[in-house]
Structure formats: C-alpha cells, structure tokens
C-alpha cells in the first residue's frame, strides 16, 4: 500500500518561508496528480493547491495563490510546497495525497499521513 510521509513544516514568523515535501512509497507516482491539504484547529481539511503527475500543471486556493508553489520529482517520488510570505492564518498541519486535479479534491485512495505542523506567529 502507497504511503505518504510528510516533512518541513515548523514554527515561523509572518512574513518566513517554508518548504514541505512528501515522499511517497510506490511505483505509480507519476501516473497521478498529487495534492497538498491543510487542517487549522476546529476546521475541516481543506484544498492548498494541486500537480498533475507530469508536474507541469498547477492549481492553487485563492487564499495562497502567489504565495505558494507546489512541484513534484518523480524520480525521487516527492512532491513539495514552497510556502513564502507566510501569513498567522496559514497555520496547521500540512497534508499530502493523490488528488483530483480540477476539483481539488482528494482521491480517497491512499490513506493520510501524519502530516506535518505549520504554526506562523505574528
């Protein structure tokens, strides 16, 4: 079974960056898109942006457009999220997986990961 483990996140001022990647197990990961999600305290998880399996595709919630930039290796079955101008409101936990590239929406294939903590102070 494919998993996902994420890394990167941490505590940054507003205004940082970070870079999240996820590493996943498996053969097929170029064959879908992949996605990045996040999950505030006392919210649903919610969409941050999308790459299709060539990686030459992107899509972005409208609340990190311009700001975050999500791109994959296939060779080292990775994808990461370049996050800059980092905002208190962008803080939770960071999750990867297969995604729906013009919905957004997870596969519901491959299950969660740990994900991986994001807290900016102001």
């Known amino acids: 079974q494919v998993q996902l483990v994420e890394s990167g996140g941490g505590l940054v001022q507003a205004g940082g960056s970070l870079r999240l990647s996820c590493a996943a197990s498996g053969r097929t990961f170029s064959s879908y898109a992949m996605g990045w999600f996040r999950q505030a305290p006392g919210k649903e998880r919610e969409f941050v942006a999308v790459?299709?399996?060539?990686?030459?595709?992107?899509r972005y919630a409208d609340s990190v457009k311009g700001r975050f930039t999500i791109s994959r290796d296939n060779a080292k079955n990775t994808v990461y999220l370049q996050m800059n101008s980092l905002k208190p409101e962008d803080t939770a936990v960071y999750y990867c997986?297969?995604?729906?590239?013009?919905?957004?929406?997870?596969?519901?294939?491959?299950?969660w990961g740990q994900g991986t903590q994001v807290t900016v102070s102001s």
């Open positions: 790459v299709t399996g060539s990686g030459t595709l992107t």
């Open positions: 997986n297969r995604a729906e590239y013009y919905s957004g929406t997870h596969r519901g294939e491959v299950p």
